[in-house]
Structures are given as structure tokens and as C-alpha cells.
């Protein structure tokens, strides 16, 4: 019930100037990554061998390295920049919950990843098999209630907008979830599946690949989909996987997002999720377990370059303040592109260039909130795992610690969510950059004081992770066009790439083939 | 100007500062009012609409009340004042007291609201007469409301953003009040000579005024009475731990405990509540020689168990310490479970029943799980079959366990569903139910994974209720105690026995 708090500090107290809230700014260490671009290194002098570097820990990394040790590959170096492994599955946690600083669920994959499925299985995230369909540990299946949508002045069940709708707006949403469901077991004269994951694996018709020609707003539009729930309905899903708003995202891409999920399950539905305190930490956690790579984190990979049949690549050991040198057989790059064009900049110097012009990332930033039991509510369906305000600033927050079996939870994690506008990304970038901690504050507060009018006072601590480059944005064109498709070609047949970039998309299976593939790739030509 | 015109002007802006100072304060007071009814009552858009405009009717009555008032204008005005201070300090503390003890809360809410509406009613008809001789008619009105209006706004700002934080509703009721009643005892000493009984007056402000400043220092002490008060019996034991609030009561015959103002058991058929849920399966084990609770932190499960001497180990895991600490050592307490906690049989462990299976790897011949009904999102997950099936870790093919299950009679989906739930993960069950007076009929699910469930042919312990013939009668059940849809398993990802159970006994409640 109320709090009837004591002390008697009214009037000096003055009016609510913003308390100071705890915490900081963390994540990608853009300082540490802006050292390559702004500041001359001298080169290593001496080279250590090894057969096989990886450069980048985060799922495509780990990935790599999971599959480059089954295939008995042991010589193997993993190198990364950060502190720690995971890349943007990275997690952080405190004495309450873990949590997520990025990357939080999978939905249940598709039967045919066989790797992929075989992978969850030693993960104990497939229990077995019943009818040859995939039993999930239910500790994972996201547990109920999933989401709620705040909208109209209540929470409803779900996030598809419902709770107090005209008629014309439901209608449209049977349709477009009709049309979703036929395109979902649409396949190309090719026979492929139109949309497939990963997404290399779709049907080249130019049917469905025409659709990545327009945007995503532009196919709505020609399909009469105009209530503006359902618009705010594919905005919030496409900023939600891709960062990126309807206006700007293919059609193609979109489209993906809601035809390409079609997992069957003995005990979960196509589009069911997984999910862990900590987010796709735990997933990256597993892939690290299983690797024996020798894993350097705190190691800015600067050059790479191939040399007489062998790559030779100078790094920042960031503790030691020295650049040292490794030469080794084969190499797999598993950084994003924006940071190889410039390590690769000596002998292939249009790579910037390229990337520049063809590739956008979208800034994000997720905010951890700790926050003290005690949050008020408004009416409706309790607080769910996913929480999110129709037309809000943000995506809204997940409740970290859903996935929890223990009753005591006195105070709360809440993970929020919110992809960075700007004129383009790279003035959002700059504003994100020169943001103080309290402003950040400041912007989460304004969006869930609306569903939570004591959120300030039970806040303990707030920390921000900045992606400044968060994902890939699949803008019309980057999907299916030539540059992707020479982005990932090997060099020679030494230096191989892995990354969800090139992918076309960043979720998380794609990372895990990215990887996978490139095992494989490394695999030919040792 | 000279001295008695100053003095004229100084009276008027006296009196035109409490016209702001009542404008204010009825207007907190019924923000007060509004406040508190959505806390307790709920729904706030019909709350505050309701509170609105009845304080707004109420102004209406006052003005025209105040036709009656021609004689003695200032002593009313003032004693009017004195009294919407006392009434407004002290309306939120007294519906805090209340709430519990009465039937008609909202009656008597809107009854507060209706005598202070109608008294900020007659006040500003009051200072226009008053003031009727010393202003022109256009400048009176226009300063009159002005104030009033300006005071609504600042009410209306200070209550949410600077009162309710800080202070509190109690003491923010307190606090106008005692501003009211200053005002009053101003306005009698600088009116001295025009008011009537002046000393009368100035002594019963002061009064209230010292009974009010007393109940602001003391707003903490009148928020615990008002919980006590909303338990029967005297409270003897009262305890907010972080995981619930604890509450002892006891009158002459009983002992009661609440959790979280849930009635757990009364000393006075608790009994047949434990021998139900313990004997059964205790009885259908073969050699019971470890028994793990799960839950029971109050040592009565603990109590039957021991009465079986082949007995060897009885773990007790129960999430919250306070309360096996004080079933240990508060002297009823312990004496109600026979000091069953302290018995060297007896391990005691505080964990969360889901995590402590997780990491545990002993196996019991018999389990008793005597958990919270499944009343929040947490408990459904300790009835879910991924329990059920961890569950399974610690058990033999022939171990026995047994499961509360709430009332079959109130709430039939959410019996069968755990009874499903544990069909589901393999289990053969037998459900049973039995009458416990301060509960109602109860209901319990006896399950295992290969022992036959028998009817027991004697129970061959010391006991007040239970026996053969008895128990044969709990496992007939009514039709009103059998569910009328089918029922879908409890999972992680579904929680549906939350929702049943939600169902269910909300609208058991409403009728
Ligand atoms: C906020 C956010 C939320 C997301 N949510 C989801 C989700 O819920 N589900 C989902 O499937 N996907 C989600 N994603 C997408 C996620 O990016 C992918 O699933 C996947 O984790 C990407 O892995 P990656 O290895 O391809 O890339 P990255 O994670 O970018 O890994 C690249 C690694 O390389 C390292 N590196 C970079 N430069 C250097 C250098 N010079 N030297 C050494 N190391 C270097 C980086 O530090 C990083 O660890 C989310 C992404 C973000 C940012």
C-alpha cells in the first residue's frame, strides 16, 4: 500500500530537482577502437607463429573457435579488444540478477540448422527429441507472462496493439498476419524458401528478391496496410531486430522478420523465444566452453595483411601498452567490417571506401536499471518479461530477472532498450558520444515515468552500455546487392571473414554460421 | 493613508490570505481523499471522479447554507476554519484507522468529503459578506477567487510533487490541518475584540492543534495500529521480513498466523490440516527413514513427521529464516509445533525451494510441499511441471510425496490442474480432500512414481482426526468439486495455474 515516509524535509528540500542516480557508461570501448583509427602504431618486430588467429570474440568468434577446436584444430589464437568475450551477447551482472548488456533471446530455430540444434543440445537447451521435434529445457522457453504492450492506458497481454482498437485496425492485423503466414511457406522457383535462415540460404528468385529493391514502408503502403497501430507495429519490430525504422529498411528485410521463423517443437511454438538472466551471454558462454583456443581479450587487432602464403598481423596489447606480432596459416576476421577496412587498409586500401558508402550501422544504447521492489503499476496484465509502451521513445524493457526460479527478488534488473535517431547515424553517434550519464538518466526516465510514475525513487543505479555501432542496418539494396556478396570474399586463401554484417542481418544464428562457415572455409586449406 | 485605513487594508489581506490557505487545504484534503480511496478501493478514474464531484456539491450546499449565516460573521468564519482544520488534518489518518475495521469505507470517505466541502463552502460566501462594506463589489469578488483559485493551483502542484513523497498521506493531512488551525488562532488574536467567545475558541484550537501535532509525530505508531487493527485479535507478533509480513494473533482460544495477511493456520484445527496433509503419505512409504518439507517453516508438518520413530532425517527448506527462527524460539509458537524445529532430527535449511532441488542430490522416501497457494507469477513456478520433474531427482520410484493444493470446492480448476501437472511428469495421484473450519474444504494430491497409493489400514501413530474411515471419505469428491473444462499442464511458459487460481478465487471473493 503507500509509504507514509517520514522526515520532515519538505520546503528545503525544494522542488524535485533530479536526484543524482548512480552509475555509469560502459559497453564497447569506443576509445580503445578509435585508437585505430586516430593513432599510428609502429610495427611489431618480432612475429609469434601460430596456425590459426581469430580476431573478434563475439559470437562469430566464438563460433569459429568452437568449431575450429571439434574439428581438432588446437594451434588456435582468439583475439579480442574488449576485456571480455561475447562482442554485443556480452553480459554484466550484480549480487541480484544477471543481466544482459546487449543481445537477450533466440527464438526456436529452424529444424533444418541441424549444427545449430546440435549445438543447443550440448547446451542443454534441447532436452531431447519427441516425434523427432526438439524438446526445449523449459528453464529457457521464455517463461509466461512474455509481453505485455502498454497502449490506450493499460497493459494488455501481448505486444501486437489490441486493447481498444477500431475495427478496420483489426482487420488489417488478421490480414497482414495472413499474408506473413503464406509467405512464411513461400518457396522461389529454385525451391528454396523465399525467406530462409541464414539468410544466404533463400531463394534467389527475383520474385521475392525484388522486395529488396523498396522499402519496407513502401511494400506496406502497396499492400493498403495504413492503420497506424499496425505501421507502429512493423516499425517497433523492425527497430527491434534491425535498428532501423520501416522508412529506411528493405521490404525484403522486413518481410524477413516475421516469414522466416517456422521452428517446430515438441513443447513450443514457431514463435516462442529463448531466453537467461544474462541474455545471449549464456549462449556465448556455452560456444566459449567449448573451445580450447588461447583466448586474448584487451587486443586490438591493428594490421593484417598476407604475406608470402602466411598473414601477418600486428596488436595492441592494451594492459601492456605494446604492439606484438603473430604470423600464423590462416586467419578468420571476425570484426566487424568499419574495423577491417581499416586493419587492412595496406594492401587493400578501397575497402574503406567501400564500406562507407554501402554499410550503415544504427547507435544503440541499453540501459540496466536497478531498481527497488516497491514499483508502481498501472493497470492490467502484470510486469512480463518484455515490456513495451506503444509509441514509446525506446523498445521498451525486459525484466532480467524473469527467468529466475527464486521467490526473493527485492530489487529488480530491468534491461532497456533504445536504437539512437539522429539526421544519420553518424550524427547519432556523435550526440550518443558527447551525452553525460545523467542525461541518459534523464531520457530513460521520461519515457517509463509514464508506466511507472515512482520509477525515480526506486532507482539504485542505472549503467548504459553505447553501441555506437550497434548492428547492420539492411537498407534496400545491401541485402541482396554485389557489395555484401564481395565484402565477404576471402582474401586469397588466407584471411576469411565471419560477421554478422556481411551476414546481411544481425541476430544470432547468423553469427553462428558466419563462424561455422568460416571454420569450414579454414578447414579447406590447412 | 492613515493608521485605520492601513488597518483596514492589513484585515482584508489577512482575510483574503486564508481564503487562499482554505482554498488550499480543501482542496488537499480531497486530493487526500481521492489518493487514498484508489490506494484501498482501487480503480481511481471512478475514485476521483466520484471524490470531484461530491466536494463539488458539497461547495454547493455550503454557499447555499450560508444564507444563514447574517450575525456574527467573523466568529464563524473563524470557528469554520478551526473546524475544517480539525476535520481535513485528521480525515486521512482516521479512514487509515478504519478502513480495516469497517464495512462502509466509501460511505464514510464521502461522508468526510461531503462536511468538509460543505464547510470550504461556507467560507468564501462568509469573507464576501464580510468583506461586502469594505470593498467595491467588482474588487471583491475578483480578489475573493482569485485567491481561491490561485490556492486550488498550488494544492494541486505541492500535493503530488512535494507532499505525497515526502511526507506521506497521514502526515499530509496532519500538516494542512495543523496550517488550518494556525490560521484560525491568528485570525483570534487579531480579531480579539470582534469575536465572540474568543478564549473558548483560542483554547479548543490549541487543543487540536497539540493533538494534531502529536498524531504528525506519532503518523508511524498510527499506521501500524491501523494494520493491527484490520486483524480480529490481538496482534502478538508482527514482523516485515524481506520475502512477507508476518503476523501473530491470538485471543483466547487461538493462535492465528498470516502471511501477507493470508490466514496460514489457527491453532484451533490446524491439526486437522497436518494430519491430512502429512499421515496419508507418511503412512503409504514402506520405511520412511528421510523426509524432506518444503515450505512448513512453522515446524507443524515437522511435528506429525516426528511422531513416526523409524524417522531418521527430516530436512526442512524453507525460503524465509525469520519465520523458522521464530517457530524455534517465540515460546507459543514453539510450543504449538511441540519443538519439533529444535529436535536433533531436524536440518533446517533457508533457500528457495527451486534452486536448493536444483543443487541438491540426497533421496527422501517421502516429501511434504506445503507452499503458498499459487498466488503470484514466483509461487506458479513451484507448481509447474519442471518442478515436478526436478522434483524427481530427489525421489526413489517408491518414495511418496504430497502436495496442498488449495480448495477443490472454491477453486476446482486449480486442484486438478496440479493434479494433471503431476499426471503429466509421471506421477500416478490420488487427490483427497478434507473440512478445516478457519480454511474451508481443502485439498491435497498424494502422488509417486510407482508405489501403489493405498487407503492406509490403520495409522499407527498418536492422532486427533485422521483414520482409515476418514480418510476413505476425503477421496470422494462432490461435482461442485470437480472441474468443468478441460485443463491445460502448469508450465514455466504458460503459468496457467496462476490464472485459474486468480480466477477462481476472485470470484469467490466478489460474491
Ligand atoms: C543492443 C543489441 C541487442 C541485440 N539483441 C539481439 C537479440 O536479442 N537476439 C539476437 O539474436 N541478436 C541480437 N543482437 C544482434 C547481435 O549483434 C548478434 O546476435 C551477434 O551477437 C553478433 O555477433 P558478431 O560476432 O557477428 O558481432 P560482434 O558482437 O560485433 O563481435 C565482434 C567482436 O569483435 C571485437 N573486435 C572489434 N574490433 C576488433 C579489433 N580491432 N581487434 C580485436 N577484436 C575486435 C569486438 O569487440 C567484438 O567482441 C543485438 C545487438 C545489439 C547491439
Known amino acids: ?526 | 493613508m492613515d493608521s485605520t485605513q492601513k488597518q483596514v487594508v492589513r484585515t482584508q489581506w489577512l482575510l483574503l490570505f486564508s481564503v487562499l490557505i482554505i482554498a488550499v487545504c480543501g482542496l488537499i484534503y480531497e486530493l487526500i481523499a481521492g489518493t487514498l480511496a484508489s490506494y484501498v478501493l482501487g480503480d481511481s478514474i471512478t475514485q476521483f471522479s466520484l471524490i470531484i464531484g461530491t466536494y463539488m456539491f458539497s461547495m454547493g450546499i455550503g454557499s447555499f447554507l450560508s444564507k444563514y449565516f447574517n450575525k456574527d460573521l467573523l466568529t464563524w468564519f473563524v470557528q469554520v476554519e478551526l473546524l475544517v482544520g480539525l476535520i481535513g488534518g485528521i480525515s486521512a489518518p482516521l479512514l487509515f484507522v478504519l478502513f480495516p475495521v469497517i464495512d462502509g469505507f466509501q460511505f464514510l470517505l464521502l461522508f468526510l468529503v461531503v462536511i468538509i466541502g460543505t464547510l470550504v463552502g461556507i467560507e468564501i460566501p462568509l469573507l464576501l459578506k464580510i468583506l461586502k462594506d469594505k470593498l467595491s463589489f467588482n474588487e471583491l469578488v475578483s480578489r475573493v477567487f482569485t485567491f481561491d483559485y490561485i490556492g486550488a493551483l498550488l494544492a494541486s502542484i505541492v500535493f503530488p510533487l512535494l507532499f505525497v513523497p515526502h511526507l506521506g498521506l497521514i502526515r499530509t493531512s496532519l500538516f494542512f490541518g495543523i496550517i488550518n488551525v494556525v490560521v484560525s488562532i491568528i485570525l483570534c488574536y487579531y480579531f480579539q475584540k470582534q469575536i465572540k467567545r474568543v478564549a473558548l475558541l483560542k483554547f479548543s484550537a490549541f487543543l487540536v492543534l497539540i493533538g494534531q501535532v502529536l498524531a504528525f509525530a506519532f503518523a508511524d505508531e498510527i499506521m501500524d495500529y491501523g494494520d493491527e487493527l484490520s486483524y480480529q485479535d490481538k496482534v502478538v507478533f508482527a514482523k516485515s521480513t524481506p520475502y512477507q509480513r508476518i503476523v501473530l494473533t491470538k485471543n483466547r482460544e487461538e493462535l492465528r498466523l498470516f502471511l501477507n495477511s493470508n490466514l496460514q493456520f489457527s491453532s484451533r484445527d490446524e491439526y486437522r490440516y497436518h494430519e491430512a496433509l502429512v499421515h496419508p503419505a507418511m503412512s503409504n512409504v514402506k520405511q520412511v527413514k528421510n523426509v524432506l518439507v518444503l515450505g512448513g517453516g512453522d515446524g507443524l508438518a515437522v511435528r506429525e513427521i516426528l511422531k513416526y520413530p523409524g524417522v531418521e532425517n527430516i530436512h526442512l527448506v524453507d525460503l524465509d529464516p525469520e519465520m523458522t527462527r521464530l517457530f524455534s524460539s517465540h515460546k507459543m509458537l514453539a510450543g504449538l509445533n511441540e519443538n519439533s524445529l529444535k529436535q536433533p532430527k531436524v536440518t533446517i535449511e533457508n533457500k528457495d525451494a527451486f534452486i536448493w532441488l536444483k543443487e541438491s542430490r540426497t533421496v527422501y522416501d517421502c516429501v511434504i510441499i506445503d507452499f503458498p497457494d499459487p498466488s503470484s507469477f514466483g509461487l506458479g513456478k513451484l507448481y509447474s511441471n519442471t518442478f515436478y520433474n526436478l522434483l524427481k531427482r530427489v525421489l526413489h520410484p517408491l518414495s511418496v510425496i504430497v502436495i496442498q493444493s488449495t480448495s477443490p470446492l472454491v477453486a476446482p480448476k486449480s486442484f486438478w490442474c496440479v493434479n494433471k501437472t503431476l499426471q503429466a511428469c509421471g506421477f500416478r495421484t490420488l487427490p483427497y480432500h478434507n473440512f478445516v473450519p478457519s480454511f474451508g474444504e481443502w485439498g491435497y494430491i498424494m502422488a509417486s512414481q510407482q508405489a501403489p497409493l493405498n487407503v492406509p489400514d490403520t495409522f499407527a501413530v498418536p492422532v486427533r482426526y485422521i483414520s482409515t474411515p476418514v480418510f476413505l471419505q476425503m477421496m470422494t469428491f462432490s461435482n461442485d468439486m470437480l472441474p468443468k473444462d478441460t485443463l491445460e499442464i502448469n508450465k514455466l511458459n504458460n503459468q496457467v495455474l496462476v490464472k485459474y487460481f486468480e480466477q477462481e478465487w476472485r470470484h469467490y471473493t466478489d460474491r
Open chain 1, 1 to 526: 500500500m503507500m509509504t507514509v515516509s517520514g522526515g520532515l524535509g519538505l520546503g528545503m528540500q525544494a522542488c524535485r530537482a533530479q536526484r543524482k542516480i548512480p552509475g555509469s557508461i560502459v559497453g564497447a570501448s569506443a576509445a580503445i577502437g578509435h585508437m585505430l583509427r586516430d593513432k599510428a602504431f609502429e610495427a611489431p618486430t618480432v612475429f609469434e607463429e601460430k596456425q590459426v588467429v581469430i580476431i573478434g570474440g563475439g559470437i562469430s568468434g566464438l563460433s569459429a573457435a568452437m568449431h575450429l577446436s571439434k574439428a581438432g584444430v588446437d594451434d588456435l589464437v582468439l583475439l579480442e579488444l574488449e576485456a571480455y568475450t561475447g562482442g554485443n551477447a556480452a553480459s554484466g551482472s550484480n549480487e541480484y540478477s544477471k543481466f544482459p548488456y546487449g543481445a537477450h533471446y533466440v527464438p526456436i530455430p529452424n529444424n533444418e540448422l541441424k549444427d545449430y540444434t546440435a549445438f543447443l543440445e550440448e547446451a542443454g537447451v534441447i532436452t531431447g527429441y519427441e516425434n523427432d521435434l526438439p524438446v526445449y529445457n523449459e528453464l529457457y522457453l521464455c517463461h509466461d507472462p512474455e509481453d505485455r504492450l502498454y497502449i490506450n492506458g493499460k497493459w494488455q497481454e501481448g505486444i501486437v496493439p489490441n486493447y481498444g482498437l477500431g475495427q478496420d485496425a483489426r482487420q488489417q492485423f488478421a490480414r497482414f498476419f495472413e499474408k506473413m503466414a503464406a509467405l512464411r511457406l513461400a518457396k522461389g522457383q529454385d525451391g528454396k524458401d523465399a525467406f530462409a535462415i541464414p539468410i544466404d540460404t533463400s531463394s534467389s528468385d527475383p520474385v521475392y528478391t525484388g522486395l529488396d529493391t523498396i522499402t519496407f514502408k513502401q511494400w506496406l503502403e502497396q499492400e493498403s496496410f495504413t492503420a497506424k497501430e499496425l505501421l507502429w507495429y512493423a516499425n517497433y519490430c523492425t527497430l527491434d531486430d534491425f535498428g532501423t525504422t520501416i522508412e529506411l529498411i528493405s521490404a525484403w528485410a522486413g518481410i524477413h522478420y516475421f516469414a522466416a521463423r517456422k521452428g517446430k517443437a515438441a513443447n513450443a511454438h514457431y514463435d516462442d523465444v529463448l531466453t537467461w538472466e544474462e541474455g545471449n551471454g549464456f549462449l556465448a558462454a556455452q560456444l566459449r566452453n567449448r573451445t580450447q583456443a588461447e583466448i586474448r581479450t584487451n587486443s586490438l587487432v591493428i594490421s593484417i595483411e598476407e604475406m608470402n602464403g602466411k598473414v601477418e598481423l600486428s596488436y595492441f596489447d592494451v594492459q601492456q601498452q605494446k604492439v606484438l606480432g603473430l604470423r600464423c596459416d590462416q586467419c578468420i576476421v571476425a570484426a566487424p567490417q568499419f574495423i577491417n577496412a581499416r586493419m587492412l587498409s595496406r594492401s587493400e586500401p578501397e575497402r574503406v571506401g567501400l564500406v562507407k558508402s554501402h554499410m550503415e550501422y544504427s547507435p544503440w544504447i541499453v540501459a540496466n536499471l536497478k531498481v527497488k521492489a516497491g514499483l508502481e503499476e498501472r493497470n492490467g496484465v502484470d510486469l512480463s518479461w518484455d515490456n513495451v509502451l506503444y509509441e514509446g521513445n525506446g523498445l521498451g524493457y525486459v525484466d532480467a530477472g524473469h527467468q529466475k526460479i527464486s521467490l526473493s527478488q527485492p530489487v529488480k534488473n530491468l534491461t532497456y532498450y533504445k536504437p539512437l535517431k539522429g539526421s544519420s547515424n553518424a550524427e547519432a553517434r556523435k550526440a550518443a558520444l558527447a551525452k553525460q550519464h545523467q542525461e541518459w538518466v534523464a531520457e530513460v526516465l521520461s519515457d517509463l515515468v509514464k508506466v511507472h510514475p515512482n520509477l525515480e525513487q526506486q532507482l539504485l543505479q542505472v549503467d548504459i552500455a553505447l553501441w555506437g555501432h550497434a548492428m547492420i542496418q539492411p537498407l534496400p539494396g545491401w541485402i541482396w546487392g554485389e557489395t555484401r556478396k564481395k565484402l565477404q570474399q576471402s582474401i586469397g586463401d588466407t584471411i576469411h571473414f565471419a560477421h554478422t554484417d556481411i551476414a546481411g542481418i544481425s541476430i544470432f544464428e547468423e553469427a553462428f554460421y558466419q563462424g561455422l562457415n568460416a571454420a569450414k572455409q579454414v578447414k579447406r586449406f590447412l
